[in-house]
C-alpha cells in the first residue's frame, strides 16, 4: 500500500470520526485500516474505505447527507449500509465523465462547510432546503442533491440491511399469485 | 481423419443447434457438435443464486463494460449479474455501414440462455402475406405443415399460455399461463370494452407446471424469481443448456466441443456436397478439419451466413450456395420504436406474490380482419403492471423515520409496454464480408447495412400513437409516449438472411432448410426466414430445425444425401 493512499485513509477515518461525534472504536478503525473491506453490520463510523473518485471533503459532505436522508433511528441507517462507500464506487465505476462532473460542479455549489458546521438538525433541514430548491427548478442534468440522494436510496435498499430490516425479500418465491389482497402478506415486500 | 468424421456435424448451440443435436443424435447420428465459445454446462451459471445486495454498483452497468462493450450495453444487458454472458465488442468487432446491433454470447447456449422465452408461433396469416401481397417471395412452408412441429418442440420445451382462439396467433400445447396481475386484469377487460382489442398473458418456455414427458429429469418448474437471464440452476426455463444438450448428451451420439470457430465449409467438387466445416481453436488458434455426411448451421442468421459467405470456390465464388444472389440479403429484425407508461390509479389494497419472469401481450390488431392501414403488416406489445419500489421518492423531500415508513409501503401501481413490429424484407438491407478488417483471430468481420424503411416508419406512428391512445381511454394518468430511435438488431431477432423459397434463383434455402445448390448444408437458424412476423421467433426456428432434422434423417436413409 503506497503512503499517500494510507494518509488518505486514515483522514477519512478521522473525519467520519468527527463527524458522528468521535464516538468510534479505536480497534474497529485500525481493524478496518488494516482490512480496509466494510464488514455488514459494523458501527456505522467504522465504515472507512479509500475513496476512488471523491476527494477533499466530498466523502465528508457525501457521508453527512447520506445520513440526514436515512439516518438509523430504531432501524439501521444508511451509514450502517455503507451507503458513502456505495455513492463513491458508483461515481468512480459506473458514472460518465458528464455525470462525474456535473456531480463535482453541484457539490462546490453545495456549500459543504457551511453544512458540516451545522449540528444533526441543521443538516437535516439544510439538505430538505437544497432538495427542495432542486426540484423546483429546470435542470440540464441531474443536480449535485437529487444526484446523492438518488444513490443514497438505491445503496440503501439494495444493501443486505436495508432490505432486510424494513421488508421481505423472499429469494425464491417458487410460485406467482397474481391478484391477492395486500391485506394477506405478512410483511412489506421487497418490490422489484 | 478418421476420428475427425462423424455422420453429422452442427454447428452453433444456441436455440437451433440445441434442437438440431438433440434431433439428430435421437435419431441415432454420430454428431459433432460445435460452438466458438466456451463450454457451459447446465448449473453453471455464476451469478444465478445472488441476492441484490451481493452483485456490486446495485447491478448497474459499469463503464468498464461501457468501453469493453459498447454494442452490448446498447441494450442494458451487460449488468454485473449479466455481462459473462455477452461478448468483448473490442474482440468480437464489425463494420456498421448503418448503426446496427449485434447481440451475442459466445458460449454454449448461445443466446438461449439469456433469451426473453415468449414463445409465439407465426399464423397462416404471416405464411400468406407475402404472397398476397407481392412481397419478396412467399413463404415455400404453410402454417398446416409447420404446425405439428410447433405441437412438438412446445411439448418439450415447455411453453405456458393461454388458449384464445385468435386466428392472428394460433393457440399451442400449453402449460398453465400464468396469471395476470390485478391491474393488468383490469386493462384487459377495459381495452376490450373500449376499444375491441385483446390482452393475453405472455406465452413463455418457463415451466408453471411439470412437464408433461419425463425427457428432461434434470428440469424442475419455474420458482418465480425472474432471474432468468442468469440461467436457472432450476432449470425453469428452456434453454439449449438445460433441456435440448442434455438429451443429445444422454444418447451417448454427441461430441460437444467448444471454443471451435467455424469460419469455412469444405466442398467437394467432384461429389457436388460439402464435406466438413473448417474451424480455429478460440484459445490457441490451431486449425482442424471436421468431416462428416450432412452439416447443420445454427450459427445464428448473421454467423451462419457469415460462413457461407466466406466459404468461397471455383462452384460458389460469391458465397456457398449463393447462386441467387441474396445470401446475406433480406436482414430483417423486429420495429422496436418505443411504447407507453402511465400511473395507475387506485387498487392500492391489492397485490401480487413472487416475480414473475412474463408479462402481458396485445396480439396483432393492425391488418388483421376489417382493419385497414397505409402500411403493410402490424404489430404487437409486451408489457407488465407493477407496484413502484424506493425509487419513487428519489425526486422527493421526504426525510428520515417518514422515509423508510413511506417506502415500506407499496407504491402505487405503474403499467408500461413496448411495441414490437414486423420489418419486411428488402434486398437492400444485407451484410457483407469487410475484408479490410480482421478480428483477433486473423478472419474478416461482417459489415453490416441495414435501416428501417418507408412502411417501418410509417409503422412506428401507430405504435407509438396506439399505446398512448389504449392508456388513455382505460383512464390512466401521466400517460408517457416513449419514443426510441431504432436500429435494427436492437430487438435480438435477426433473421432472413438465407432465406428459403421453392425457386433457386430467388432463395438460398429449399423448403426443409437445405441449400438448393447443396442438400447435404442445412440452415436451421433465423436465415431461413423469408418474412418476420411480429411475433418472437424462437420457437419457429425450433420448430424448423426439429423439421429439417428429421427430414435429413429421412433423406440420409433414403441414400438420397
Not at chain 1, 43 to 65: H, L, M, R
Not at chain 2, 356 to 384: E, H, T
Request: hydrophobic share 35%; aromatic share 10%.
Amino acid at each position: 500500500m503506497i503512503e499517500s493512499e494510507v494518509m488518505r485513509r486514515r483522514e477519512v477515518l478521522r473525519r467520519i470520526a468527527l463527524l458522528t461525534g468521535g464516538a468510534v472504536a479505536a480497534p474497529a478503525v485500525l481493524a478496518c485500516l488494516q482490512a480496509c473491506a466494510p464488514k455488514e453490520g459494523a458501527p456505522a463510523a467504522a465504515a472507512a474505505w479509500t475513496p476512488k473518485f471523491f476527494k477533499g471533503t466530498q466523502a465528508e459532505v457525501v457521508t453527512a447527507i447520506a445520513d440526514a436522508i436515512l439516518p438509523k433511528t430504531d432501524t439501521a441507517g444508511a451509514l450502517d449500509a455503507n451507503v458513502p462507500a456505495f455513492i463513491d464506487a458508483m461515481l468512480a465505476d459506473v458514472y460518465a465523465a458528464d455525470a462525474q462532473a456535473r456531480f463535482n460542479q453541484g457539490f462546490e455549489e453545495f456549500g459543504g462547510k457551511a453544512f458540516l458546521e451545522r449540528d444533526q438538525a441543521g443538516r437535516s433541514a439544510y439538505v430538505k432546503e437544497s432538495l427542495e430548491k432542486a426540484l423546483a427548478a429546470e435542470h440540464a442534468g441531474k443536480p449535485f442533491i437529487l444526484t446523492t440522494r438518488e444513490l443514497t436510496l438505491l445503496g440503501f435498499y439494495t444493501s443486505k440491511v436495508g432490505i432486510s430490516e424494513n421488508m421481505e425479500y423472499v429469494a425464491v418465491p417458487t410460485a406467482f399469485h397474481g391478484c391477492v389482497p395486500i391485506s394477506s402478506l405478512p410483511k412489506p415486500v421487497y418490490w422489484e | 481423419m478418421e476420428t475427425n468424421s462423424f455422420d453429422a456435424i452442427v454447428v452453433g448451440t444456441g436455440i437451433s443447434g440445441g434442437w438440431a443435436a438433440k434431433e439428430l443424435t435421437e435419431k441415432g447420428l454420430k454428431t459433432l457438435v460445435l460452438d466458438r465459445g466456451r463450454m457451459i454446462k447446465h448449473g453453471e451459471y455464476p451469478t444465478a443464486l445472488k441476492d441484490p445486495w451481493e452483485l456490486p454498483y446495485a447491478n448497474r452497468i459499469t463503464q468498464e463494460t461501457r468501453t469493453r462493450k459498447p454494442v452490448q450495453s446498447r441494450t442494458g444487458y451487460p449488468t454485473p449479474a449479466n455481462t459473462h454472458w455477452f461478448v468483448d465488442d473490442l474482440d468480437h468487432p464489425y463494420t456498421e455501414i448503418n448503426k446496427f446491433d449485434w447481440l451475442r454470447g459466445y458460449h454454449v447456449g448461445g443466446r438461449s440462455l439469456m433469451w426473453a422465452r415468449q414463445s409465439y408461433r407465426l399464423s397462416p396469416l404471416d405464411f400468406e402475406s407475402n404472397a398476397k401481397e407481392g412481397v419478396a417471395i412467399p413463404w415455400p412452408v404453410s402454417y398446416d405443415e409447420i404446425a405439428p412441429w410447433y405441437d412438438k418442440v412446445e411439448t418439450f420445451a415447455g411453453i405456458s399460455g393461454s388458449k384464445e382462439n385468435l386466428p392472428q396467433l394460433p393457440d399451442g400445447i400449453f402449460l398453465p399461463p400464468h396469471d395476470l396481475n390485478c391491474v393488468e386484469q383490469e386493462f384487459k377487460l377495459r381495452l376490450d370494452q373500449k376499444m375491441g382489442r385483446k390482452l393475453i398473458i405472455g406465452r413463455c418456455a418457463n415451466l408453471t407446471a411439470p412437464l408433461t414427458h419425463d425427457e428432461s429429469p434434470q428440469r424442475g418448474t419455474c420458482q418465480a424469481r425472474n432471474l432468468c437471464i442468469r440461467g436457472c440452476p432450476y432449470g425453469g426455463y428452456f434453454s439449449s443448456v438445460s433441456a435440448t444438450l442434455p438429451s443429445a448428451e444422454r444418447t451417448g451420439n454427441m461430441t460437444l466441443l467448444a471454443n471451435q470457430i467455424v469460419h469455412e465449409l469444405i466442398y467437394d467438387h467432384e461429389k457436388g456436397r460439402a464435406t466438413g466445416v473448417r474451424t480455429l481453436d478460440a484459445q490457441t488458434g490451431k486449425a482442424t478439419e471436421y468431416f462428416s455426411k450432412i452439416v447443420f448451421l445454427c450459427a445464428s442468421a448473421l454467423g451462419s451466413a457469415y460462413i457461407l459467405l466466406n466459404s468461397t470456390s471455383s462452384r460458389f465464388p460469391d458465397g456457398f450456395g449463393n447462386d441467387s444472389g441474396e445470401l446475406g440479403h433480406n436482414i430483417m429484425d423486429h420495429n422496436k420504436p418505443g411504447g407507453s407508461s402511465a400511473q395507475v390509479e387506485g387498487h392500492l389494497d391489492e397485490a401480487y406474490t413472487g416475480r414473475r419472469p412474463n408479462g402481458f401481450y396485445i396480439p396483432r390488431y393492425r391488418n388483421v380482419g376489417k382493419d385497414k392501414r397505409a402500411y403493410l403488416r402490424g404489430f404487437g406489445y409486451q408489457g407488465r403492471a407493477q407496484r413502484t419500489n424506493f425509487a419513487r421518492y428519489n425526486d422527493s423531500t421526504l426525510m428520515g423515520d417518514e422515509l423508510k415508513k413511506a417506502i415500506r409501503e407499496a407504491g402505487p401501481w405503474s403499467i408500461g409496454m413496448t411495441a414490437f413490429g414486423e420489418i419486411l424484407p428488402y434486398h437492400e438491407n444485407h451484410m457483407k464480408i469487410d475484408h479490410s478488417r480482421k478480428d483477433k483471430h486473423g478472419l474478416p468481420v461482417i459489415a453490416f447495412d441495414a435501416i428501417v424503411r418507408e412502411n417501418e416508419i410509417e409503422m412506428q406512428k401507430d405504435m407509438r400513437d396506439d399505446a398512448a391512445e389504449m392508456m388513455e381511454a382505460v383512464g390512466y394518468k401521466n400517460v408517457t409516449v416513449r419514443s426510441d430511435n431504432f436500429n435494427v438488431g436492437n430487438s435480438i431477432h435477426e433473421m432472413g438472411t438465407a432465406r428459403m423459397g421453392a425457386d433457386p434463383k430467388k432463395s438460398v434455402l429449399n423448403k426443409y432448410n437445405q441449400v438448393h445448390a447443396c442438400k447435404n448444408v442445412f440452415v436451421t437458424d433465423g436465415s431461413f426466414m423469408v418474412s418476420s412476423g411480429c411475433q418472437n421467433p424462437s420457437l419457429t426456428y425450433m420448430a424448423f430445425t426439429a423439421r429439417a432434422a428429421n427430414h435429413a434423417v429421412e433423406e440420409l436413409k433414403k441414400g438420397n444425401l
